[in-house]
C-alpha cells in the first residue's frame, strides 16, 4: 500500500509520525520511507542509513535562438503559462513559470525554441535493514515543487515495483505538491493538532482528500495541548481517530535533539501500535 501522511498545516508533527512510524515498523517488516516535502525535507535527519544512490533530477524548458526565428510572436500567444513574452526583437523566457507542456517548441514555425534540461533537484535513497528511505530535495531557486515529487513518485515505482508499504511523508497545506502526493495513495493520514488552528486547517485538508475520493483518518499530535474542538468535529463528521500523542516535553527534547521517539517513549509506542494494527486490517480489506 502507498500511505500518504499529511496535514492542513506545517509544524502539526507530520514528519515526526510518518519518521517513527516507519522506522518502527521497519523492525519486523521491510518499509520505505519517502519524504515529498521537496521544498524543505527533514526526515532524514531523525534517520539512520546509508547512501546508496543518489540522482540528479532535470525538466526540459524552452531555450531562445534567435538566429532562425522570425519574431512571429506565436509561441507567446500559445502558451497558458505566460512564461514566453515578445518584448521587441527579441523573445523573453521565463522558466519558473514554464510547465514544460512543449507548446512553444513543438509549434514554433521556425522551431527556434529548442527544449533543454534545467536541473530541478535530487533524489537520493538510503538503505538501513528492513529500512528503506528515499529523500526528494528541490534545488535553490526552483519554483514548482510538482514535477519533482511526480518523478519522485514515478521512481518509486520503478525502483520497488514489488509489494512494498510505502508511506508518503508529504508537503503540509492543501496546495498542489500536496495534491500530487495524496491524489495517488491507497489511504491517509491527517495529523492535526488540538488548537482552533489546527482545526481550521484540518477541515480544509478533510474537504481537500474527500474531493480526491482518498479514504483518510486522523492522528491528534500534542493531545491535551488546547481544547476539544478537533475531536468534537472527527465526532460529528464521523471521522476515525486512529491514535492521540500526548503533549510532553520529553517528546519535544528528542525531536530538537533529531532522535527517533518510540524507543523511548512508551505512551507514543503504543499510539503507534494502533496505527498499525489499523493499516494490518486495512491490508487485510485489500486482499
Not at 509506542?269 to 487485510?284: G, H, N, P, S, T
Amino acid at each position: 500500500m502507498r500511505i500518504a501522511i499529511a496535514s492542513g498545516k506545517g509544524g502539526t508533527g507530520k514528519t515526526t509520525l510518518a519518521v517513527n512510524l516507519a522506522h518502527y515498523i521497519s523492525q519486523n517488516r521491510p518499509v520505505l520511507l519517502c519524504d515529498l516535502d521537496v521544498e524543505e525535507p527533514d526526515s532524514g535527519l531523525f534517520l539512520p542509513g546509508n547512501l546508496k544512490e543518489k540522482r540528479e533530477i532535470f525538466r526540459n524548458v524552452p531555450s531562445w535562438e534567435s538566429k532562425n526565428c522570425n519574431l512571429c510572436g506565436f509561441c507567446q500567444e500559445v502558451c497558458n503559462f505566460h512564461s514566453i513574452i515578445k518584448l521587441g526583437n527579441q523573445i523573453m523566457v521565463f522558466p519558473e513559470l514554464c510547465h514544460s507542456c512543449y507548446a512553444c517548441s513543438e509549434l514554433c514555425p521556425c522551431e527556434s525554441l529548442p527544449m533543454v534540461p534545467v536541473k530541478i533537484g535530487d533524489i537520493s535513497l538510503h538503505k538501513d535493514g528492513l529500512f528503506t528511505f528515499v529523500e526528494s530535495r528541490l534545488e535553490i531557486g526552483q519554483e514548482q515543487a510538482v514535477p519533482l515529487i511526480s518523478r519522485s513518485l514515478t521512481y518509486l515505482e520503478e525502483q520497488f515495483p514489488d509489494p512494498l508499504l510505502k508511506i508518503l511523508d508529504s508537503p503540509p497545506g492543501t496546495s498542489c505538491p500536496v495534491i500530487e502526493t495524496v491524489k495517488g495513495s491507497d489511504f491517509v493520514i491527517l495529523v492535526t493538532e488540538p488548537t482552533p488552528f489546527g482545526l481550521h486547517d484540518l477541515k480544509l485538508a478533510v474537504e481537500a482528500v474527500k474531493n480526491l475520493g482518498k479514504a483518510f483518518a486522523v492522528v491528534i499530535n500534542r493531545n491535551g495541548l488546547g481544547n476539544t474542538g478537533v475531536e468534537d468535529y472527527c465526532i460529528k463528521e464521523k471521522i476515525r481517530i486512529l491514535a492521540k500523542i500526548e503533549n510532553r516535553r520529553e517528546i519535544a527534547e528528542l525531536y530538537s535533539r533529531g532522535e527517533l521517539i518510540y524507543p523511548k517513549i512508551p505512551q507514543v509506542r503504543r499510539e503507534l501500535d494502533k496505527v498499525i494494527l489499523f493499516l494490518q486490517d486495512l491490508a487485510k480489506e485489500r486482499l
